[in-house]
C-alpha cells in the first residue's frame, strides 16, 4: 500500500524525531500532542534539527522549510482518520497504549496501518486491543531516531505479510535500514542492548570506577560511539528501567532486572539529558 499521508502520536523525543524523519522524506505528516503548546515544541524541535542541517549545507534552506511546511499538528485522534499509516510513540506503558489503539481503531479507516513503537512490551499485547490486529505491526526505532539508521519492524502473532511489507518499505522510504524481526522480549537490538547496559551499570560499583572512566573505556577499548552512562542518560534512565523491568517479566533472567542504582536514580528524578541531569549534568534543558 502507497502511505500518502502518516500520522505520528506523540511527539516526545521519539516521536519528534519520527515525524522529522517523515517530513524530511516528503511525506505529509499529522503529529498529534495532548496541548497544543507541546505540538508548538515538537514543531521548533523539528525546525531547529533542520535548520543546523542547512547550517552545515547538508540541506536547502527550500527544502528545509518544505519539510516543516509538510507537518500539521492536532491534539484531535479524529483527524487521522485518512492517514494510510499512523506511528504511535506515546509513553511506554502497555494500558494507556492499548486504549490508544482501540481509539484509532475506531477512528482509522480499515486500510491503515498501525505500527506501535514500543520497545519491550508486546506488539500483540497492544494489537489485541482492536479489531484489526492484522493490521497492526511495531516500527521500533532508535534513539536518535533522525541519526540512528535502524528500525526493527515487528510482526506480532496475528500480523499480516501486506501492512508488514508496508511499514518495511516505509522505513526504506524515510532512509532507515529495516529489519524484520518477530514479537519476541526486546525483538533483536533490546534483547542484547539492555542486559549488555545493565552489566555496565553494575560494573560500575563492583569495579568501583567512575562514570567518565566507563564511558573511555568503553569508547576506546570497545569501539563504542558513546560509553555506556553516556547513552543511558540519552535513552532517558526511566525509559531504560521500565524496559528493563517489561524484559524481566518476560524472560525471568536476572541480567534483566534494572540495576538498584538505575531504579534509585530514576525515583530521585536523575533522569539523564531530558531532566538536566543524570549520570551527568546537562544545560540544554
Ligand atoms: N534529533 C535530531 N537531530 C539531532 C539529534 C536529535 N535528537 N541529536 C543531534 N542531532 C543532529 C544535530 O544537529 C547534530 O549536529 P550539531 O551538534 O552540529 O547541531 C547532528 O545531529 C550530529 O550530532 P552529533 O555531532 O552529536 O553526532 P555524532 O556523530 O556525535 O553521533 C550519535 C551521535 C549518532 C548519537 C552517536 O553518538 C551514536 O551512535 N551513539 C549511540 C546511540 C545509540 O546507541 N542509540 C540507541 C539507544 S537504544 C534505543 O534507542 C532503544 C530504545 O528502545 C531504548
Known amino acids: 500500500m502507497e502511505v500518502r499521508k502518516v500520522g505520528v502520536i506523540g ?52 527544502a528545509r522549510d518544505e519539510a516543516v511546511g509538510l507537518l500539521s499538528l492536532t491534539t484531535e485522534l479524529d483527524d487521522f482518520a485518512d492517514c494510510d499509516l499512523v506511528i504511535e510513540a506515546i509513553v511506554e506503558e502497555l494500558e494507556p497504549k492499548r486504549e490508544l489503539f482501540a481509539e484509532l481503531d475506531r477512528t482509522c479507516r480499515p486500510e491503515a ?3 506501535t513503537n514500543t520497545s519491550a512490551l508486546s506488539v500483540t499485547e497492544i494489537a489485541a486491543a482492536t479489531t484489526r490486529p492484522e493490521r497492526v505491526v511495531g516500527m521500533h526505532f532508535f534513539n536518535p531516531a533522525p541519526l540512528m539508521p535502524l528500525v526493527e519492524i515487528v510482526r506480532a502473532e496475528l500480523t499480516a505479510d501486506e501492512p508488514f511489507e508496508t511499514a518495511f518499505a516505509f522505513g526504506e522510504r524515510i532512509g532507515k535500514t529495516p529489519i524484520r524481526c518477530n514479537d519476541t522480549p526486546g525483538f533483536v537490538v533490546n534483547r542484547v542492548l539492555i542486559p549488555l547496559l545493565n552489566d555496565c551499570i553494575r560494573v560500575l560499583d563492583e569495579a568501583r570506577v567512575t562514570p567518565e572512566d566507563l564511558d573511555l573505556g568503553m569508547k576506546n577499548g570497545a569501539g563504542w560511539p558513546m560509553g555506556p552512562c553516556t547513552l543511558v542518560d540519552l535513552v532517558g534512565i526511566d525509559v531504560h528501567v521500565h524496559a528493563s523491568e517489561a524484559l524481566y517479566e518476560k524472560t525471568r533472567e536476572p541480567r534483566m532486572a534494572p540495576p538498584p542504582r538505575l531504579v534509585a536514580m530514576r525515583n530521585a ?7 538536566g541531569r543524570g549520570f551527568y549534568r546537562y544545560d540544554n534543558v
Open 11 to 62: 511527539l516526545g523525543a521519539m516521536g519528534a524525531g519520527i515525524a522529522q524523519l517523515c517530513v524530511e522524506a516528503g511525506v505529509d505528516t499529522l503529529g498529534r500532542e495532548v496541548t497544543p503548546e507541546l505540538g508548538e515544541k515538537a514543531r521548533d524541535r523539528i525546525g531547529h534539527f533542520l535548520t543546523r542541517k542547512v547550517e552545515k549545507g547538508q540541506l536547502e534552506q527550500g
Open 113 to 115: 496501518v498501525l505500527a
Open 269 to 275: 528524578g536523575l533522569l539523564g539529558r531530558k531532566s
